[in-house]
């Protein structure tokens, strides 16, 4: 004899009766059970506290679907139950009586019932798997605002704690991961038909900014998520079709096999393809599961780690050494370097080999990325897709510059003497393979032979973060920065020319597409994707090998490019810099989705997902409790209509409080049960009083 209160504004969905009886039947402390809706204050979804308007005709049973998917279920606890759709336990009714006929029409006597249940032991729940529509304020059409207020004033006279736990549930938001895995189950049943799962490293650079600019560009053709793979630890972000990030915390546990844990993402995830950006960050695992996984991956050639793991192919002394193939050369090579600590270069090799025998395409951004890995792996055929250009900065609109976040003025930079000395400018987090040590040569040599020119470092070093400036202004390291601010950073540090005094090679270069749109040429060495890209187009000079060989020829041939006497060829490279013609972020879009589309054609059935429980504790989970201190004694069952209230009441707290609490618990318990019905009706109604 359970009681279920429906408002006349509401449309229950499949399964409701059976899933809010369920609810209750799961603990014998629930008292209350409130079904998710798109208008029920705290149980709203997808809106927290909002009024989700409900579109004429929707059908709700995809979002009913999604919510009983995601469901552990959970049950969390309530500070109040909602009256459109409201279970009530008899043994509940029996233990504090029914609602406050003070409260009149109605309005705000749920909310009292519930802050008396809590006073009493009961939980008031949600029943996260159950949907029930509620059209909105129909029930009290035309007095809810004068209900309102009036019921409100009479709820804080006898529970003036209410709002503030009210409110503090709201900021805590406890439901959030539970309603943030049900939108994500929901998302993929009714968005993109296809999702394809990003894997990268935790280290971020051009890597990361080519996968979230791909992203960007199609995350209305694929759903798309993005793995930070860091060892077992793995950060899972669902892109949003608005532009906005879900993050799952997900880990693989210890006795959880990797292909096990891969398609258990994929099945929670509905992924149709993954994208091979960079394994290193759980390179073996990933290795052993792949090639046996049911869903077809790719790989976009970001560096060169499957060749060698030093990653740039430098040898101990840190010089290139052209890409050696031989095996027996490598080891002895990997052999005098941490990098190749206990590595067998030609097993190592055969792994990646198996790996790509079975992927379902290569992508490499340069023609010298990809000869590069055809030079170890020749029987695979490598797909050449420039990354979209130019960078961050000059793919937004004005509106969207607008718009985002606030920053500091790039002016704010290290000042520079007004002396005429030209200024190079080297850019990004620069270590020995990107030419640290080289640079720092070079300002050395600077500094003894008196060269008209200095360094700036728009970015970092490795051994040095800044913002820092040496005392003879030969040196200036800017810091971290944001790439919007790169044109503005350029100007104010009046640079001329950008410098790449790399000690190994580049499959792509951002900072190389961002130099040439803000109108500045460059110098790069004569390996990789920098000398491919920048060979006869006039927008910039490569060293020859005998300059790259020596800081100071590399630094001679600096100086006679910004000359006076070539003055007039320093600003024709310039405007050609700024006239050069680069690929698009649609363009790369376009190309890397026909990749997709033909892979995940292949894909069959989707795997099974991972639990329900895991997935919403990697959104966050924390179970909310009604708070203790402060609480009100739980007030006397409230007699029926008609029936006379008792002139005294009886004393609260006491042993004979804790006595009517303990005897509360035990009455749901089966020899609780049976005590109760031995017990002599006057020693009840006695322990019910030391409730008040």
């Known amino acids: 004899a359970d009681v279920v209160l429906l408002n006349s504004d509401t449309v229950v969905t499949a399964g409701w009766l059976d899933g809010l009886v369920r609810a209750a039947a799961s603990d014998p402390r629930i008292g209350t059970v409130t079904p998710f809706s798109n208008n029920a204050e705290l149980a709203s979804f997808p809106r927290f506290c909002e009024d989700n308007p409900w579109p004429d005709g929707a059908d709700p049973e995809p979002v009913r679907a999604a919510l009983a998917r995601a469901a552990v279920p959970s049950y969390p606890d309530l500070p109040t139950g909602v009256g459109f759709c409201f279970l009530i336990r008899r043994a509940l009714i029996d233990a504090i009586g029914t609602f406050d006929l003070a409260f009149g029409l109605g309005y705000g006597e749920e909310n009292e019932f519930c802050m008396r249940a809590i006073a009493a032991g009961w939980r008031n729940v949600l029943c996260d798997d159950v949907f029930v529509l509620h059209l909105g304020g129909r029930s009290f059409a035309g007095q809810k605002a004068e209900l309102g207020v009036t019921n409100m004033a009479l709820l804080l006279a006898k529970h003036p704690h209410y709002l503030d736990w009210v409110r503090a549930y709201i900021v805590a938001d406890p439901l959030r991961p539970i309603r943030a895995a049900a939108e994500a189950r929901l998302r993929v049943a009714t968005g993109p038909a296809r999702g394809v799962l990003h894997l990268i490293h935790g280290h971020g650079g051009g890597t990361e900014h080519h996968v979230r600019a791909l992203i960007e560009a199609s995350r209305l053709r694929y759903r798309h998520y993005l793995a930070i793979a860091v060892g077992d630890a793995w950060q899972v972000e669902e892109h949003l079709d608005d532009g906005d990030v879900r993050t799952f915390e997900l880990a693989r546990r210890a006795d959880e096999p990797w292909a096990r844990f891969l398609a258990g993402l994929a099945g929670t995830f509905g992924i149709d393809l993954i994208h091979l950006h960079n394994i290193s960050g759980c390179r073996d695992g990933l290795l052993d599961a792949l090639p046996g996984l049911r869903v077809p991956y790719g790989y976009t050639v970001h560096d060169l780690n499957f060749a060698c793991p030093t990653i740039t192919f430098h ?26 600590d206990g590595v067998d270069i030609a097993a190592y090799r055969a792994r990646h080999r198996a790996l790509l025998a079975q992927s379902a395409f290569l992508i490499a951004p340069s023609r010298w990325a990809a000869a590069t890995l055809n030079r170890y792996f020749p029987e695979h055929a490598v797909e050449v897709i420039p990354h979209g250009a130019p960078g961050v900065w000059a793919s937004l609109t004005t509106a969207e510059t607008a718009s985002s976040s606030p920053r500091a003025d790039p002016r704010t930079g290290i000042a520079l003497p007004h002396d005429g000395v030209p200024t190079v400018a080297i850019l990004g987090a620069i270590g020995p393979d990107k030419g640290s040590r080289r640079l720092e040569k070079m300002a050395d040599l600077v500094r003894s032979n008196g060269a008209a020119v200095r360094f700036v470092l728009i970015g970092y070093l490795d051994r040095e973060h800044g913002p820092w400036q040496s005392d003879d202004k030969v040196l200036t390291i800017h810091g971290r920065y944001d790439a919007r ?41 004569p390996i990789g994707a920098l000398a491919e890209r920048v060979a006869d187009t006039g927008a910039g000079w490569v060293w020859t090998d005998d300059e790259w060989a020596s800081e100071a020829r590399m630094l001679a041939r600096i100086v006679d490019v910004l ?22 972020l649609a363009a790369m879009a376009e190309r890397t989705l026909a990749q997709y589309d033909a892979a995940s054609t292949a894909c069959g059935e989707r795997p099974a997902p991972l639990a329900p429980a895991r997935v919403r504790d990697a959104l966050g989970y924390r179970p909310w409790t009604a708070p203790v201190a402060g609480a009100p004694a739980a007030a006397e069952p409230l007699p029926a209509a008609g029936e006379p209230q008792a002139a005294v009441a009886a004393p609260a707290g006491g042993l004979g409080h804790d006595i009517a609490r303990l005897a509360l618990r035990w009455r749901f318990t089966l020899p609780g049960r049976v005590l109760y019905r031995l017990t002599p009706t006057q020693v009840v109604d006695a322990l019910k009083a030391r409730l008040r």
């Open 563 to 584: 000359a006076p006497a070539n003055a007039a060829a320093l600003a024709a490279a310039a405007e050609r810099a700024r006239g050069m013609p680069q690929p698009t």
């Open 315 to 340: 040898r101990p002394d840190g010089s290139f050494c052209g890409a050696q193939t031989d095996p027996e050369q490598c080891a002895r090579c990997l052999d005098a370097q941490p990098e190749g």
């Open 485 to 525: 601010d790169l044109p503005d950073l350029l100007a104010h540090y009046r640079v001329r020319l950008v410098a790449y005094p790399s000690a190994g090679p580049e499959t792509f270069s951002f900072t190389l597409s961002e130099s040439w749109a803000a109108g500045r040429p460059v110098v790069v060495p």
